[in-house]
């Protein structure tokens, strides 16, 4: 069975680089399409984007100027870095993995949430 | 981008009744790319239908989902007490978007 596990600061500064990884157990990194989604407290989900196993990437156009994301292979990781973070930015992060079949998100982390304040 | 809107924002019904949730696309859903989620509180959230139609692996038979176009329907033929969640559709076209959510809550 598929795990994720997404880690990293729970608190982050204004105007600083929020960074996350998740740890992918139980399968391999490829060859498979990886996401990370966010939900603000109380609200709705947002897709961040999408990367591939190989490194191509699909961002949502509106964080794509501060979103990068990687893949490391050897570690079965896969990371975020959303820079120049707002309150606006405060949220639980998960981390997914697509359905085989289609654009779908069949396997979730936990979610982590990180708050961004001074 | 295409923006998905659900209705209504708010179910309030008994085990064992039927529900009803709508999800409209702004446009019409490429490759009928539609799926449908729920979420329980401080859980993420669980794929249930893919395709429009297709249910996700263990999701019973009682969750259906149909729909064409800009139109889909999520159908949970009889409420058990652990359907009452949100939940979410979502489209794929070059972007993949979510809708606000249906809460599905207990009368």
């Known amino acids: 069975q598929v795990q994720l596990q997404e880690s990293g600061p729970g608190l982050v500064k204004p105007s600083e680089t929020l960074s996350l990884t998740c740890t992918v157990s139980?399968?391999?990194?490829?060859?498979?399409?990886w996401s990370w989604i966010r939900q603000p407290p109380g609200k709705g989900l947002e897709w961040i984007g999408y990367?591939?196993?190989?490194?191509?990437?699909n961002y949502n156009r509106s964080l794509k100027s501060r979103v990068t994301t990687s893949v490391d292979t050897s570690k079965n990781q896969f990371s975020l870095r959303l820079t120049s973070v707002t309150a606006a930015d405060t949220a639980v992060y998960y981390c997914?993995?697509?359905?085989?079949?289609?654009?779908?998100?069949?396997?979730w982390g936990q979610g982590t949430l990180v708050i961004v304040s001074s | 981008e295409i923006v998905l809107t659900q209705s209504p924002g708010t179910l309030s019904l008994s085990p064992g009744e039927r529900a009803t949730l709508s999800c409209r696309a702004s446009?019409?859903?490429?490759?009928?790319?539609l799926a449908w989620y729920q979420q329980k509180p401080g859980q993420a959230p669980r794929l249930l239908i893919h395709d429009v139609s297709s249910r996700a692996t263990g999701i019973p038979d009682r969750f259906s989902g149909s729909g064409s176009g800009t139109d889909f329907t999520l159908t949970i033929s009889r409420l058990e007490p652990e359907d009452f969640a949100v939940y979410y559709c979502q489209q794929y076209g070059n972007s993949l978007t979510f809708g606000p959510g249906t809460k599905v809550d207990i009368k």
């Open positions: 990367m591939y196993y190989s490194g191509s990437t």
């Open positions: 446009q019409s859903v490429s490759s009928s790319y």
């Open positions: 997914a993995r697509y359905f085989e079949g289609g654009p779908y998100l069949q396997y």
């Open positions: 139980g399968g391999s990194i490829s060859p498979y399409y």
